[in-house]
């Protein structure tokens, strides 16, 4: 839904009560919930050794770039797994304020304009504790530095203590985990290395988008080329995709994430290359050259084969990593023998409507590729399957685990953990919802009886028309009526206009109920 139609609709909904000025409330009877997030999910600090200083060094906007290449670039340790900062002044800490929410949040705090593009849990987090849920009572975060392996000691060590302190926070009661992509990673393979502890102190967990057999597409052109977190006009105050390219190349967990080669896939994730080859008589043709996951390896060593960045004046080798490809093999042979303790429930949660990068391909019939060298300045063409925009359905789903649900939901990768559905869902599994449709605080109840939303192009425009009806049930009778709302605004680039309007209608009371319908219509012309 655009913003301007949500915001229309969201002030139909408060003027009609529906909506309230949250009031805190603190449900006693519900366990506590651990949430762990993804990739790049988590603020990180660099802390200076000589003066105990910390400075955020993800999220930041001003001077991003910047503080990324000195702070967060490093190299991997074969030796330990570990990857280590380039400068050995510096340590990478995650912060635990507000019991570990703070840190997968709102990833830069200081953000005002374009905030939504930096928050993580934010909407998940302040629908929790409508719930009744509690910070630091029965509602905690656990942040982690995602450059490194999702089995790494260290980091396994955090999440066991933390899962100790949580037990012990709350009066004893079993915790239930919510993971986002990445993090559903780092948590089967806690479980897989540490089964006794998981099972001693976890009820549930949900997964929600996570890679169980990687994200082959986004993977490969991350390998190849680096990624933006950030996309839209923000990209340009953010750090640029050769400096996550650089760093990337030496993160464990961005290998961890490459197609499994054991999983008997319905479409084979691949990398084409469309080569020029020349025979003995100068003359040049295209060939289109395909490459399974495993072959791929000597394109990626050939094509990184020179990469290098500079640092403090020296330049650094940074080719495609064969030590941490064998570190990331090891890692997905523990995932793969993971299994669920009989006592723990599980539940899966995956991305559906979303074309999603499952194989890679560079070059054309038009303009094939003569060094493989050329590969990382190109832009790839993609070949796509169903999923969230990043992992794809087969991928999530394949989660190898006795599940006592998996639920699709139509929704990008990042977007579905803001998603009203998904909210309904786990508000189920864990039992958060008594009365589901009881407000305990306002003391009257809603019962949502329809919402159907339409996408449609037309010569106006992008139009986005939404239907919502409720039956409410209260001691006092709304004033039967019939109303409408109109908003407007224009682009920055004043080139593209939207318009949004809503019409209501109030039923008069019958039985103690009173129904109330909200039709919304919003067109998006010049985009």
């Not at 760093?247 to 961890?256: D, G, K, M, R, V």
Request: hydrophobic share 40%.
């Amino acid at each position: 839904m655009t913003v301007l139609l949500d915001d229309i609709v969201r002030a139909v909904e408060a003027w009609l009560r529906i909506l309230k000025e949250p009031e805190p409330y603190v449900d006693p009877n519900l366990d506590p919930v651990l949430i762990v997030p993804g990739i790049a999910g988590s603020i990180l600090n660099a802390r200076d050794a000589e003066t105990g200083k910390e400075e955020r060094v993800w999220v930041r906007i001003w001077e991003a770039d910047r503080e990324f290449r000195a702070k967060l670039w490093c190299k991997f340790d074969p030796q330990t797994g570990k990857t280590e900062s380039l400068d050995s002044n510096i340590s990478i800490v995650v912060p635990e304020d507000r019991d570990g929410l703070y840190a997968i949040d709102c990833l830069d705090p200081d953000m005002v304009v374009g905030r939504d593009s930096v928050c993580y849990f934010h909407d998940m987090i302040k629908e929790m504790t409508s719930w009744g849920y509690q910070e630091g009572k029965t509602l905690f975060g656990f942040g982690y530095d995602f450059r490194q392996s999702n089995r790494l000691k260290e980091t396994l060590d955090r999440f066991a203590a933390k899962l100790d302190a949580i037990h012990t926070a709350s009066g004893g009661k079993k915790i239930t985990i919510i993971t986002h992509s990445m993090g559903g990673l780092l948590t089967k393979c806690f479980m897989s290395l540490h089964s006794d502890i998981f099972e001693k102190y976890v009820k549930s967990w949900i997964a929600i988008a996570a890679p169980f057999q990687g994200a082959p597409g986004y993977v490969t052109s991350t390998l190849m080329n680096g990624m933006s977190f950030v996309e839209g006009w923000e990209a340009y105050f953010f750090v640029s995709k050769w400096s996550m390219h650089q760093l990337l190349i030496e993160c464990p967990s961005i290998y961890e994430l490459m197609a499994c080669l054991d999983h008997e896939w319905e479409h084979a994730p691949l990398l084409q290359i469309w080569k020029e080859i020349q025979d003995g008589n100068g003359n040049s043709a295209a060939m289109l050259e395909t490459f399974t996951p495993i072959e791929a390896v000597s394109i990626f060593t050939q094509a990184l084969s020179t990469n290098e960045l500079s640092y403090g004046g020296v330049d650094i080798p940074l080719p495609f990593n064969t030590e941490v490809l064998h570190w990331a093999n090891k890692t997905r042979e523990i995932l793969s023998s993971a299994k669920l303790p009989s006592n723990i429930k599980f539940y899966n949660v995956y991305g559906t409507g979303v074309d999603t990068p499952q194989s890679v391909c560079y070059g054309s019939a038009e303009s094939p590729i003569l060094d493989l060298q050329e590969l990382p300045l190109l832009e790839a063409t993609y070949i796509n399957v169903d999923g969230d925009g990043t992992v794809p359905a087969e991928s999530a789903m394949a989660d190898g685990l006795e599940a006592e649900a998996r639920v699709g939901i139509p929704g990008d990768h990042r977007g579905i953990i803001c998603d009203k559905h998904l909210f309904r869902i786990v508000k189920h599994w864990l039992k958060a919802d008594h009365d589901p449709f009881y407000n305990p605080v306002n003391d009257y109840v809603i019962l949502p009886t329809l919402f159907e939303i339409e996408r449609h192009q037309d010569s106006k425009g992008k139009v986005i028309s939404l239907k919502e009806e409720w039956e409410v049930v209260a001691d006092d009778e709304r004033e039967a009526m019939v109303g409408s709302v109109s908003a407007a605004c224009v682009g920055d680039d004043l080139c593209s206009s939207e318009e949004a309007h809503a019409t209501f209608v109030v039923h008069p009371q019958s039985n103690g109920k009173q129904h109330i319908e909200l039709n919304a219509m919003s067109v998006t012309a010049g985009v």
